[in-house]
Structures are given as structure tokens and as C-alpha cells.
């Protein structure tokens, strides 16, 4: 059911790749809670994807090409959304991520470090420049909203996550770090959300995926959440209703943070 949370606000909205993906789900969120947005991603990704079809299914919005990790591209991504909407930005998010070393099964105490660097890039960097640019282009309308998808693995070990776990640390202290600037700039809020274990592209190229899906539902007391349930979330984040929300780490994995030990993990484990 719609509520028309984001009625008259404008977006950009980074990193759709297909049906699986978060910010595919947000994309047909906002547009059914009334926004305007423009969607991107990087060139090689978009010939992967389907993205012109999502801008289909959101009623023919237009799709930029950029890859974040490029000044020009942020410049030119930001000065053609603000002209195709008719103003300036009220929300962005950023779901990018990206890592060589897991991607080619690259164990953590065997990394490639140009391909690390390239996962900081891609994973986290980018989020700075995708601020910087907006900010010094003065794109943002004050009491906007921004927000990245992290995850738990910034704070706890998961070995087969690999670089991307410093890549999710970074972000998160990014987000912390321009979101005390542009709060006191712009009113402009910057927060990240730490979703569950997500079925999506990037999240099933991770080794061992399917038996930690398994765990972390089971870890979880509501059960993982969905892409479609993170989209609802993300939503709200981008509504007037969280105004004084800023420089956070949400969770939003159905109370797994917090769970020591459950029942049906404890069931599984003994065969009950």
C-alpha cells in the first residue's frame, strides 16, 4: 500500500542491476510512493543487467551511465538528473559494491592489493566522491536524505567476505564523518543500512552463501529480511518522518546483531 512518503522528491538512484537487486526493489518503492528519480550504473554493468527494463517499469525514467568511482561522470550524472527532474536532488542511494579478490576466490591472507584497492574504490570511495561532487555542485536540497548499503561484516569477521569487510567499515566511518559536514552545512543527513544476508547477485558470489543465508535466518528471531523489506526501510529513510536521523549504521536484519544464540538455530544444530 502506497502512503505517498516521497511525494514531489526528486532521487538518483545507483547500482540497479536486476530483479534481485536492493536498489531495484527501491526503485519501484519510490516511484509507488510518488518520487522522481533518475537510475545509474556503471557501463559494464548496465550490459549485464536490465536496468532499461526497471526504467521501463517505472514509468520511462531516464537511465545516465557513470561509474561512481569517476569525478567527470559524478559531475555529469548530477548536472543532467537535476535538469531531467526539474531541480535538485532530495535522495540518493548508493548500492555499490564490488570485490576482484572475492569475485576470482582470492583467499583474505592472499590478497591481490591492486585489487584491493580497487574494492576500496568501488566500495567505498566512490560514496565519498558521489557526496563531494553533489555537495561542491550544491545538488542537494537541505533536509536531504543519502544513504548506503553496509553490512555486518564491518564489525564482525565473516571470512569469506574478504577485503569487502574494510571496504563496509570505510563506508560506514564515510558516512559518519561527510554526514557531521553537511548536517551542519545543509541539514543534509547521511546515514548507511546494514541489511541481512540479501539474495542478490553480488550477495550470492560470496563462497558458502547459501549455508550462511541459512544461519543468519535462523540466527534471527523475524527471519532475514528481504530486498523488498530493506526498499521499505530505505523509503522511510528518504521521507520527511526521519528528518533528524543522521551519521547511523541502521540494522536491518531482522534482529540477528543482537541474538546470541536462537532456538532454531540451537534445533538445527542438535537435529530436534
Known amino acids: 500500500m502506497a502512503h505517498n512518503l516521497l511525494q514531489g522528491k526528486r532521487g538518483i538512484i545507483f547500482g540497479a542491476l536486476d530483479e534481485r537487486s536492493i536498489a531495484w526493489a527501491t526503485a519501484l518503492k519510490c516511484k509507488e510512493e510518488g518520487a522522481t528519480f533518475t537510475l545509474t550504473n556503471a557501463p559494464v554493468a548496465m550490459r549485464m543487467g536490465k536496468i532499461q527494463e526497471l526504467a521501463e517499469q517505472c514509468g520511462g525514467v531516464e537511465v545516465i551511465p557513470a561509474d561512481a568511482t569517476s569525478i567527470d561522470d559524478l559531475n555529469n550524472l548530477f548536472t543532467k538528473s537535476m535538469d531531467i527532474l526539474g531541480g535538485k536532488i532530495d535522495f540518493v542511494l548508493h548500492s555499490i559494491g564490488m570485490s576482484p579478490n572475492v569475485r576470482k576466490n582470492r583467499k583474505y591472507n592472499n590478497l591481490n592489493y591492486d585489487w584491493f ?3 576500496l574504490d568501488i566500495s567505498a570511495l566512490s560514496f565519498h566522491k558521489v557526496m563531494q561532487v553533489a555537495d561542491k555542485l550544491d545538488a542537494i536540497n537541505e533536509w536531504g536524505s543519502i544513504m548506503a548499503l553496509s553490512y555486518i561484516a564491518a564489525q564482525r569477521t565473516f571470512p569469506d567476505y574478504s577485503d569487502m569487510a574494510q571496504a563496509k567499515a570505510l563506508l560506514e566511518s564515510i558516512a ?9 552545512k545543509a541539514k543534509v543527513r547521511v546515514n548507511t543500512i546494514s541489511q541481512s544476508p540479501t539474495m542478490t547477485t553480488a550477495g550470492t558470489g560470496v563462497g558458502g552463501f547459501d549455508v550462511f543465508f541459512d544461519y ?3 540466527m534471527s528471531p523475524l527471519g532475514n529480511a ?29 534482529g540477528f546483531s543482537t541474538s546470541g544464540i536462537t532456538e532454531d538455530l540451537v534445533n538445527k544444530l542438535t537435529g530436534e
Open 226 to 254: 528481504s530486498a523488498e523489506a530493506c526498499a521499505d526501510y530505505i523509503a522511510m529513510m528518504f521521507s520527511d518522518y526521519t528528518r533528524m536521523v543522521t551519521m547511523q549504521n541502521l540494522m536491518h536484519d531482522g
Open 216 to 218: 543468519a535466518d535462523k
Open 117 to 119: 584497492l580497487k574494492t
Open 176 to 184: 559518519r564523518s561527510y554526514g557531521y559536514f553537511w548536517a551542519k
